[in-house]
């Protein structure tokens, strides 16, 4: 079976987070009010040239902008629960764009609608816009579509609708909720130091928005002896219950899994964050790592929320790209190719179970301890097959790299990390001879590639077909 590209609403993906397992962290009605779950804010414009030309000199442009702004209000209804839409004013000079901008300073996209040829303020417009674009072109309204390759050269966050239809905005909807999603965003980054990883973290702040904050192994230390150890073992208890099995790990390792997992939640709470990566090799071998993180982390992506591993910011932005855009949560994985066989596997200790989304059932588990170190609790997801999936991840926060592939089953090898699923995949051998920008590749259920090429383009990064 084939999975599309299918879109949550704002109030879908809430609440399926908000009734989820993580809810109480929050609670329902916060969980729905957190500024990442609200609706983005659309600013509408319209230009057009004090003397027109085209379509036509004899044009009326307010009863033109009118008509629109009836059918945008019919497209508002429509998307209440995910959009705001403000503004609407209809500009026809450079003078009035830093006014116009200064108003809607908080919006986290603009709307552009040119009316006429010449197209009025529109240069001024988009080269002064602090916020990401999408230019929608009905026919007969200027040639100024023409231009929109140059901006995007030039480093412009806009993308381009041509069309006689504002249904043509629907796809776009989605895109400006994960706009809104990743400017609200706080992701808790935990290392022995933030050397290495600063720079990277105030280059996806400066793209995005999201906020990044640096703690130390002796914070997560705290965060663990913080939580209820008595609830932790009630907790392990009702893991062990819904496991096919329990193989290695003690009860000991499977409790403090989850006591480990209580405190972050409590973090998140006080740092009013939705995510976190902790650089977990450096502080297991050194055993400075009070348990394995590896039970929080699906816990969490099962949930909508962001644990990552290693301390991966890439990976980790590339989830908060997908995950709100599709309601999919990403896999973080270790590629394995297989070039004999045009195959890919992924494995990781670390995989959600509803991988075909939060709103979704759960895949069968196996609690086992983490391969390499043969130590802790982990679990080996026991994923869909006959699947299509997308395999991502930032090269930086202006690049991002995407292919496709197809689940043809799930692989339990005492090699490599617990969950392992084979992929088929367009060209393995071309995968293999350009692959770059460091081993993680993230894993999410449906064919994302158009959704993410839209926002590349609107946000500004790049968008590169791997393979």
Not at 296 to 321: F, H, P, R
Not at 435 to 456: K, N, P, Q, T, W
Request: net charge neutral.
């Amino acid at each position: 079976m084939t999975v599309r590209s299918c879109p949550l609403s704002r109030r879908e993906f809430s609440a399926a987070l908000c009734s989820l397992p993580m809810a109480p962290m929050f609670g329902a009605d916060e969980c729905a009010q957190l500024p990442w779950n609200q609706p983005a804010s659309v600013a509408r414009v319209f230009v057009a040239s004090p003397t027109v030309h085209w379509p036509k000199p004899d044009m009326n442009v307010e009863r033109d902008r009118a008509e629109v702004e009836a059918r945008m209000s019919e497209v508002a209804r429509k998307h209440a629960q995910d959009v705001r839409f403000v503004g609407g004013e209809l500009l026809r000079q450079d003078s009035e764009v830093e006014g116009w901008l200064k108003k809607h300073a908080q919006a986290d996209a603009i709307l552009i609608f040119p009316m006429t040829a010449p197209a009025g303020p529109l240069n001024a417009l988009v080269n002064a816009a602090p916020a990401p674009m999408l230019y929608f072109h009905r026919p007969y309204a200027g040639h100024s579509w023409s231009g929109v390759g140059g901006w995007q050269q030039a480093g412009k966050r806009i993308a381009v609708i041509a069309s006689s239809t504002l249904d043509d905005l629907d796809p776009y909807v989605p895109i400006f909720r994960t706009i809104h999603h990743l400017k609200t965003s706080k992701v808790l980054v935990v290392a022995a130091s933030p050397k290495g990883r600063q720079e990277l973290a105030d280059a996806f702040t400066k793209q995005f928005g999201t906020q990044m904050k640096f703690f130390t192994y002796d914070d997560l230390k705290e965060v663990f002896e913080s939580a209820d150890a008595r609830k932790a073992e009630k907790e392990a208890e009702a893991l062990k219950r819904a496991a096919l099995k329990v193989v290695e790990p003690k009860p000991q390792e499977i409790t403090d899994a989850l006591r480990f997992y209580l405190g972050v939640q409590s973090w998140l709470e006080r740092e009013r964050a939705n995510a976190i990566t902790l650089d977990c090799f450096p502080g297991l071998l050194a055993k400075k790592l009070p348990a394995y993180p590896c039970i929080a982390w699906s816990k969490l992506n099962d949930a909508g929320y962001y644990g990552v591993c290693e301390g991966d910011i890439q990976s980790t932005m590339t989830q908060m790209l997908i995950t709100p855009y599709s309601g999919m949560p990403g896999f973080v994985t270790d590629p394995v190719f297989d070039t004999s066989r045009n195959e890919v596997i992924h494995a990781h200790c670390v995989s959600a179970t509803k991988m075909k989304g939060i709103h979704g059932p759960s895949s069968p588990f196996i609690l086992r301890n983490h391969l390499e170190t043969a130590e802790g609790a982990v679990m080996q997801v026991l994923v869909p097959a006959d699947e299509t999936i997308t395999c991502a991840r930032f090269a930086g926060a202006k690049k991002f790299l995407i292919s496709t592939g197809e689940v043809t089953g799930n692989v339990d090898s005492d090699r490599g990390c617990r969950t392992q699923f084979r992929t088929r995949v367009a060209d393995a051998q071309k995968m293999l001879e350009n692959y770059s920008s460091g081993l993680h590749r993230v894993i999410f259920y449906g064919d994302h590639v158009r959704a993410a090429e839209r926002m590349g383009k609107m946000m500004g990064f790049q968008v590169v077909r791997e393979g």
